[in-house]
């Protein structure tokens, strides 16, 4: 089953717009990553944030990382038609930092 | 580098059959993880070896099973094949620290 919840399911916006994706976890983590994924096609990965972090940036991406409120959320700024894809964040355990728990994911469509 | 790569891109096959996934990971990558994707239950992990041992696994039956080489490459199997099988399986390598590297999965149809 999965973990976490990402908020909104989908997402429609403008190129130049910024794109705000939430998502949500249950247990203790070691890290959360977030991946990019072009329909039906293998999935990127964008970013990791290690549980001791608050933000990280890379790029036009930003994400930030409240262990209290067990969220997370990804910014992509000044967004592309190029960016158009489903985006999964996905954590990692102590015992298990690469059998990663994924979200279900947000689909994000860029109107150019 | 090249990257992950999984053999064979597409497969059909019939319920009760069995069907065996290869997944060859980044050059000096000793982590290889698989996951299945539906629509209906997303992405969900199956299993993890590095260095030939099964270091993770998911919550998956018994007829899924996996390994791996010394060369690091691995397979999985799945044996009995039911209709809720079909998915897209995907192989991910990693050296060893968080991020995953994944390959362009393997779908597979049962019919």
């Known amino acids: 089953s999965q973990q976490g919840e990402e908020d909104p399911q989908a997402l429609s916006i403008q190129e130049g717009e910024n794109a705000t994706m939430n998502c949500s976890y249950k247990?203790?983590?070691?890290?959360l990553q977030w991946y990019r994924q072009n329909s039906g096609r293998g999935l990127v990965h964008l970013i990791l944030?290690?549980?001791?972090?608050r933000e990280k940036h890379s790029g036009r991406l930003r994400v930030t990382l409240d262990t209290s409120k067990k969220s997370s959320s990804l910014l992509i700024t000044a967004s592309r038609a190029a960016d158009t894809a489903s985006y999964f964040c996905?954590?990692?355990?102590?015992?298990?930092?690469?059998?990663?728990?994924f979200g279900s994911g947000t689909r994000l469509q860029v109107q150019p | 580098k090249a990257g992950v790569t999984q053999t064979p891109r597409y497969l059909i096959k019939t319920r009760g059959q069995q069907v065996t996934l290869s997944c060859s990971p980044i050059?000096?990558?000793?982590?290889v993880s698989w996951y299945q994707q539906t629509p209906g239950q997303g992405l969900q992990f199956l299993f993890e070896?590095?260095?030939?041992?099964?270091?993770n696994k998911g919550n998956f039956p018994g007829r899924f099973s996996g390994r791996q080489f010394s060369n690091s490459r691995s397979e999985m199997n799945v044996s009995t094949l039911e209709l809720g099988d079909s998915a897209l399986y995907l192989c991910?390598?990693?050296?060893?620290?968080?991020?995953?590297?994944f390959g362009e999965g393997s779908r597979l149809t049962v019919l």
């Open positions: 991910a390598s990693s050296p060893g620290y968080g991020e995953l590297f």
């Open positions: 944030i290690r549980s001791n972090e």
């Open positions: 996905a954590t990692g355990t102590d015992t298990g930092r690469r059998a990663l728990t």
């Open positions: 247990t203790s983590i070691n890290n």
């Open positions: 070896y590095f260095s030939e041992t099964q270091r």
């Open positions: 050059s000096g990558h000793r982590s």
